[in-house]
């Protein structure tokens, strides 16, 4: 979500750097009156990543273009958000295509999808990395004779493809211009279009019937909305299913020390080591108990904000390693904020140990007035309960509640699992 108040901030801040806003202006090669209307929170629409880069080499090294795209909404939370919704869409649509039952059959399906999906996109990523000249067809994902039998199974890859596509048009990345979408839900529709797919021509860097409306200075960016595109599509699947092939691959991955969800969305991605780790022997080293913890809502991590008693998904963890006697007193939570950051970034998932008291410097989550749940540095001092922030953001401050607030310790804070 694009922060107006402190993106103005932000731009007025590097405009002190100079002796004018003229100059300001000049030395950045943006508009003065355009400058203006986002110091004055005129515009609702954050400025474009071409823009945020000419600020960044305008701070003089004070701002990094990084920070610039969070505040600005270009994160891989977006992403992570977006995808989450077009998953959602392929687990209905293979509903539908099943008369509204759901099986392990089903499951199976969209794997299978996902794995033939997240193939594209690495081919993909290579090929704009690598400025190559090679156009990318349906054939190259898959042998399309024995994917055109299932007609669920072309379908599902094709709704993937057009969210995708419809992605990278509102991110303005590219612009549609010989491509007509499938309506994936519509069984006389993917008849139809059935016979065409054989030859068709997904995008790629010299795409005939997409065109890429970015400069080559702005290829990376696009390779990286690609690369988070698909980790998040990873994760998506990773939270909604505690029996299949990614899970054990994940079980495997989480041994290494260096285990994080870029190395695990690259094994993903390279589907001959996929193949190889999923087909190892069962009695190799990785052979490891785990318990699938549940992920409840999201909890914030800044003004404490009610935390949905609602389980949206998974982790994985091994209770030897961790030394946890009962797993089942475990659960994660999804922290939203920056108040924690030291701690666990936004976005990560905190895990917890259910219990009713913690010593004092220890991290819990905390319920306040009844409904009110925060993450933070437990303390108490006489008759007063102190929640201190652990942030590089000064701005959170430590919050001090009397004896008359209601104050109950939900659990203690033992481990984290977050993306790079």
């Known amino acids: 979500m694009f922060d107006k108040n402190k993106f103005a901030q932000v731009i007025k801040n590097i405009k002190e750097l100079y002796n004018s806003q003229e100059e300001f202006a000049e030395k950045s090669g943006i508009g003065r009156t355009y400058l203006s209307q986002y110091m004055n929170m005129k515009l609702e629409e954050p400025p474009k990543p071409k823009i945020l880069e000419k600020l960044a080499n305008a701070s003089n090294d004070t701002i990094t273009y990084k920070y610039l795209m969070n505040i600005c909404g270009y994160t891989e939370k977006n992403i992570e958000n977006q995808v989450s919704s077009i998953y959602k869409n392929l687990k209905e649509f293979h509903k539908y295509i099943n008369n509204g039952k759901s099986n392990k059959d089903n499951s199976y399906e969209i794997e299978g999808v996902i794995e033939d999906f997240q193939g594209y996109l690495l081919l993909l990523y290579k090929n704009i990395t690598s400025l190559s000249t090679s156009q990318i067809f349906l054939n190259d994902i898959f042998n399309f004779s024995t994917a055109i039998e299932d007609y669920k199974y072309i379908s599902g890859f094709m709704l993937l493809y057009n969210e995708f596509l419809r992605l990278l048009e509102k991110e303005n990345y590219i612009a549609i211009k010989n491509y007509t979408f499938i309506n994936c839900f519509d069984i006389e529709d993917i008849y139809n279009n059935l016979n065409n797919l054989e030859h068709l021509e997904l995008f790629s860097l010299y795409s005939k019937n997409i065109e890429l409306k970015n400069s080559n200075n702005e290829l990376t960016l696009l390779a990286d909305y690609i690369n988070s595109f698909s980790r998040c599509l990873t994760l998506a699947h990773l939270s909604q299913f505690d029996s299949n092939s990614l899970i054990e691959l994940f079980k495997k991955k989480a041994q290494s020390s260096t285990c994080n969800g870029e190395a695990l969305a690259e094994e993903w991605t390279n589907r001959d080591k996929y193949n190889e780790a999923i087909n190892s022997d069962s009695n190799s080293s990785y052979n490891t108990q785990f318990y699938m913890c549940p992920v409840y809502g999201q909890i914030s991590a800044g003004i404490p904000n009610w935390a949905e008693e609602n389980i949206e998904g998974i982790l994985p963890i091994d209770p030897d390693l961790m030394n946890i006697a009962n797993p089942e007193e475990c659960f994660f939570l999804r922290v939203n904020g920056e108040s924690m950051n030291k701690l666990v970034k ?64 939900l659990g203690k804070y033992i481990g984290k699992f977050e993306m790079n």
């Open 346 to 409: 936004n976005g990560g998932y905190a895990l917890i140990r259910k219990q009713d008291m913690v010593e004092n410097g220890e991290v819990a989550v905390i319920l306040v007035n009844g409904y009110d749940a925060t993450l933070k540095k437990f303390s108490k001092q006489g008759d007063l309960v102190v929640l201190e922030p652990i942030s590089t953001d000064p701005s959170f401050t430590t919050q001090v509640y009397s004896k008359d607030t209601p104050i109950r310790i």
